[in-house]
């Protein structure tokens, strides 16, 4: 099969299409045929040699995809040859073909083309087991999403929404933030030209959000703290803008915060299998319903998977990127 394979720790230009060995089958896995995979900010650290692949994951990079199943290991039962899926990949998803655990497989959402479905996993995943799983965003609760344009930002957005929440987002223009308002967000803060803990104070009559996804780290963590209300619950799952920083612990004892931060690539198969199926009984009703929608900026052929990762990086680009086989 033929697969983006990083030539070197670098820029966009080490990453090259070539012929590789198939994946190796096991037991509990499911072979599929890629016809999708999306891109993630985990992927260009990666490519720079500052994010390797857990140890037994594919060296390839890409952590979503869609596709036909070609085989199954004699231990799936769920999945047939021929099957439309998409999936959530440790690794591998720029490639031909990938193997993953039958766990972190689902159904195309019907409604949703099978290209377009290659977006859904790693969003879906992450704002699930995030916002909802860990830090229980109800509804009647406030939500403030850095990045709201980003492919995390756009689908926590809409899922939020669908729950009853109430949606803050962080955005660098006013195209990005129009884009976020259409999508249903609340409350539009430009970072550029406005203190968002302000404007989450004047918006929340002092008292601050319930929950903030956050992707930049370091920091924000201050000001983040400053934003929340009492009970109120920080995620971090990025370091954008660095990975340490200080603490005075009085601020989550005077306001009763809580701080929690998560990776989804390092997580065990078992855990990603609780996920996934939380993922399809709660999300996958949504986009059915046509409430939560994925949403695609640009396709760039495999070949054109260094094309793809500059458009990331230049962060001009509003939800998912893809690259099609």
Known sequence: ???????????????QLQEVEDPQLK??????????????????????????????????????????????????????VGNQVCALLTGGGY??????????????????????????????????????????????????????????????????????????????SEEKLAFCKNLGTDVCINYKTEDFVARVKEETEGKGVDVILDSIGASYFKKNLESLNYDGRLFVIGTMGGAVAELDFRSLLGKRQTVQAAGLRSRSPENKAVIVREVEEKVWPAIVAGKVKPVVYKSFPLSEAGEAHRLMESSNHIGKILLVP
Not at 9 to 15: A, D, N, S, T
Not at 142 to 147: A, D, F, I, M, N
Request: some cysteine; aromatic content about 6%; hydrophobic content about 40%.
């Open 1 to 15: 099969m033929k697969a983006v394979v990083i030539t070197s720790p670098g820029g966009p230009e080490v990453l």
């Open 27 to 80: 037991d509990d896995e499911v072979l599929i045929k890629v016809h999708a995979t999306a891109l993630n900010r985990a992927d260009t650290l990666q490519r720079r040699g500052l994010y390797p692949p857990p140890p037994g994951a594919s060296p390839y990079l890409g952590l979503e995809c869609s596709g036909t199943v070609e085989s199954v290991g004699k231990n799936v039962s769920r999945w047939n």
């Open 95 to 172: 490639a031909e073909k990938v193997a993953v655990p039958a766990g972190q497989v689902l159904p195309v959402p019907p409604g949703v083309s099978l290209t377009e479905a290659a977006g859904l996993p790693e969003v879906a995943c992450t704002v699930w087991s995030t916002i909802f799983m860990t830090s229980h965003l109800a509804s009647g609760e406030s939500l403030l999403v850095h990045g709201g344009s980003s492919g995390i930002g756009t689908f926590a957005i809409q899922i939020a929404k669908y729950w009853g929440a109430r949606v803050f987002v962080t955005a660098g």
